[in-house]
């Protein structure tokens, strides 16, 4: 009787941890995001004027390999930061909303996460992506995302020949 119920515990746990890591933004033609040509993100500007305050992409990226993950690792993660290149306060109306990680002919879109990260300086603005694809490490890639400032349209910023690291 006691096997059972844990065999049971152990099959619902299971059962929505799939579900959970199958909500991931892994889906590299996520309906979340914006269809963009890929032509138009891989011209994106590497710096963008709004309002007075000029703006540049930075990333960190990278594959955990770190026991217990599989053999293969674990999926993309993406640290971005929009940093303002004068050091003046970010425009608290500023959002990231979307990223697309470029590795040749294969995009990776998905919106970024919402989750609470460390507070960041005050000319900084940091969001993470997670549950991206197995590709690398050891490469580079290009990064675009996608800034709303205030009601405004979509603006894009790309950081090219960015480096997918890994964690051992």
């Not at 065999?7 to 991931?24: E, I, M, Q």
């Not at 053999?71 to 608290?92: C, F, K, S, T, Y």
């Amino acid at each position: 009787m006691r096997f059972d119920s844990c065999f049971k515990l152990t099959v619902v746990l299971g059962c929505l941890l799939f579900l959970a890591l199958a909500g991931c933004g892994s889906d590299e033609n996520s309906p979340l995001v914006p269809k963009i040509p890929a032509d138009e993100l891989r011209t994106a500007p590497e710096r963008i004027a709004l309002g007075d305050q000029e703006y540049a992409l930075e990333t960190y990226l990278w594959r955990d390999f770190m026991p217990p993950c599989p053999p293969d690792g674990q999926p993309l993660i993406a640290l971005l930061r929009v940093v303002e290149q004068n050091g003046e306060p970010i425009a608290q109306d500023l959002k990231i909303e979307y990223l697309w990680v470029i590795n040749g002919a294969k995009i990776w879109a998905t919106p970024v996460s919402d989750e609470s990260l460390p507070p960041s300086p005050q000319n900084e603005l940091h969001v993470i992506a997670r549950g991206g694809p197995k590709w690398g490490p050891q490469i580079q890639v290009d990064v675009v995302v996608a800034l709303r400032w205030g009601q405004g349209s979509l603006q894009l910023l790309r950081a090219p020949n960015q480096w997918i690291g890994r964690t051992d």
